[in-house]
């Protein structure tokens, strides 16, 4: 099985840091946010993986080079254009014919893969997202469930409105069919996809009671930081 890791954003909202580094290069834990996720991949026989990068590819392609040293086989999709989520997918999953994975590279967490496939399995989806609970849900788009089926997401809620407390954590497992909606050229993998498969009950849900940080602002990259729980220290 294949996957993704959306890893060419700007990360502008992470400067300085990421003048000279590349966001998904930036360290937890003494390690490349990205690398806890390849780890993470290799851990549920996850190997042939596509890093989808664009600013500052060169050092993100020196770093993991061929990937070998995680005892995976890493390839690149490189964006010379920002295509957003939904056209950075759509070019990396080009040549992919089966079921694949996806995760937004600037989240931290360590997705049960091994279930959340066999649960995309047993619905028959076209999609399964793998939803986490959070205690403000104003600050989210939070999911509205028919069982495990997801009709909507609600985007920043007030408390009092939210249909759950479950966001979409950056984790999916999709069939390559379900790309077939997206519009040519930028658009978004959420709106453009998600929510157009949405009414036709395709689109399922696999809650995630593991970890999961956010690092996509300095506050939230030093919460994880010094929060997260590296898989070898678990």
Not at 24 to 39: F, N, R, S, T, V
Request: glycine share 8%.
């Amino acid at each position: 099985m294949k996957a993704i890791i959306l890893a060419g954003g700007l990360g502008t909202r992470l400067r300085p840091l990421t003048e000279n580094t590349p966001k998904p290069l930036l360290p937890i834990k003494g390690i490349p946010i990205i690398e806890h996720a390849i780890k993470n991949f290799a851990r549920h026989n996850i190997t042939d993986i596509i890093l989808s990068i664009g600013y500052k590819a060169e050092l993100i392609q020196e770093y993991f080079k061929d990937g070998s040293k995680w005892g995976v086989q890493i390839s690149y999709a490189i964006e010379n254009e920002p295509l957003g989520t939904g056209g950075a997918i759509r070019e990396a999953a080009k040549n992919i014919n089966d079921t694949f994975v996806v995760i937004n590279g600037d989240n931290l967490a360590d997705f049960d893969w091994t279930n959340s496939i066999a649960a995309h399995r047993r619905n028959g989806a076209e999609i399964t997202l793998s939803l986490f609970p959070v205690e403000d849900v104003t600050q989210f788009g939070i999911a509205r469930l028919d069982n495990d089926v997801i009709v909507e997401f609600v985007e920043k809620p007030k408390k009092e409105e939210a249909p759950s407390n479950l966001n979409n954590a950056g984790g999916y497992v999709m069939e390559p069919g379900a790309l077939a909606v997206l519009p040519p050229g930028f658009c978004s993998i959420e709106r453009d996809c998600f929510e157009k498969v949405a009414p036709l009950k395709k689109v399922f849900a696999f809650r995630h009671d593991g970890q999961w940080y956010p690092t996509d602002t300095l506050e939230k990259y030093g919460h994880a930081d010094l929060n997260y729980i590296p898989l070898s220290d678990v």
